[in-house]
């Protein structure tokens, strides 16, 4: 994914952390227990490598969404 779509995908509000918050507070109203946390299977990195001394000059527009300095 190039960073043009990153700073897209980073401009939009995530929306499953609503949806996450919900099913918890719904169990837990019917169970009267904790919900387990939720775990999210990771996904295995892929792309070109990167080095954090260049992540201005390799990703600018990120930097400046994230006021990176």
Known sequence: MDENNLVQLFNEEP???ELYFLAEQ???EKTSDLMKPISLKEPKLTGKKWEENK????FPSLCKLFKYK
Do not use: H, N, R, S
Request: hydrophobic share 30%; proline share 0%.
């Open 26 to 28: 719904v169990y837990e």
């Open 15 to 17: 929306q499953l952390e």
């Open 55 to 58: 992540i201005k000059e390799t």
